[in-house]
């Protein structure tokens, strides 16, 4: 099921971004008990979506996103690895996305670490298109019309 995130997610949310996200990043990321206040910090800022079990069950993937002006910013999506390819990400960008268009959004931004080849093809396939590379970030901006 996808849900909105509640507090006693965090954790399973911090989980997934120390197990499925950190490896990938070509940054290098606090560890323990800082990470587990960098995120929550961060998802208390725009709304997180979470897939889970049950509306009480541990989260086995998230997405929280951010908003300015009429844009919605994809900022993190994490599905562990045990769900992937079973449609959990792409349920999470239309919930998403919907969300956003409720709340007046025209356009979707993201931005992909450069090397994360998987995630641009996720992407692509959900109808983003590359805007530009951020050299000095080691990014691709993606972006769709809502």
Sequence with gaps: ????RQPRDDRGI???VR???VPISPWQHPRDSRL???ITRRIRKGATL???ESRRSTPF???HMEFRTDTLIIDLLAVDSSHQNRRWGSELMQHAEQYGRKRGCRISRVFVDEDNSRALRFYQRHGYGGVRWIQSLKVIELAKIL
């Design 1 to 4: 099921m996808i849900r909105w």
């Design 14 to 16: 911090v989980e997934l």
């Design 19 to 21: 197990t499925q996200l």
């Design 36 to 38: 587990y206040s960098d």
């Design 50 to 52: 979470v897939a889970s």
């Design 61 to 63: 993937g998230f997405l």
